[in-house]
């Protein structure tokens, strides 16, 4: 299943943002590119995953960065 290799993904992200928290950036690039993903694919989007980029954008944008691209 599509989801199954997404958790394992993000998972593997989280436990390296607990050991590394400046790859923020990183981890808004990797959540918004599953999501692009998952809409190309017309998949449902995971609604934690879609509030997660939302609340990194805001703190981003808070704090006047850029939104990663890629």
Not at 7 to 20: A, D, G, K, V, W
Not at 36 to 54: K, S
Request: no cysteine.
């Amino acid at each position: 299943m599509a989801f199954d290799g997404l958790i394992t993904r993000l998972n593997m992200l989280f436990s390296e943002m607990e050991n590394q928290p400046q790859d923020a950036h990183e981890l808004l690039f990797q959540i918004h590119a599953e999501l692009e993903q998952m809409r190309a694919e017309g998949l449902p989007l995971p609604q934690d995953l879609v509030d997660l980029e939302r609340r990194l954008e805001e703190e981003f944008a808070a704090r006047g960065m850029e939104r990663p691209t890629g």
